[in-house]
């Protein structure tokens, strides 16, 4: 059986690239949320400093 032009090792090339391009997005979405979570921490905690300096 001869390999296709659009296969690596005998593997086709959409068993590689959907794997790939599932666990490209799974990593970018993580990194959004993480990021996002982060700036509201933040965000949370300049507010409450901001909130706290001014009733002095």
């Known amino acids: 059986m001869e ?3 659009l ?3 005998g ?3 959409s068993a590689l690239l959907f ?3 599932a ?3 799974l990593f970018v979405t ?3 949320i993480y990021l ?3 700036d509201w921490r933040d965000r949370r905690r ?3 400093e901001t909130s706290r300096s001014s009733s002095r």
């Open 19 to 21: 794997p790939t391009a």
């Open 11 to 13: 593997i086709p090339l």
């Open 36 to 38: 996002s979570l982060i």
């Open 7 to 9: 296969s690596i090792a």
């Open 3 to 5: 390999a296709s032009p």
């Open 23 to 25: 666990a490209l997005l």
């Open 46 to 48: 300049r507010n409450r």
């Open 30 to 32: 993580a990194g959004v």
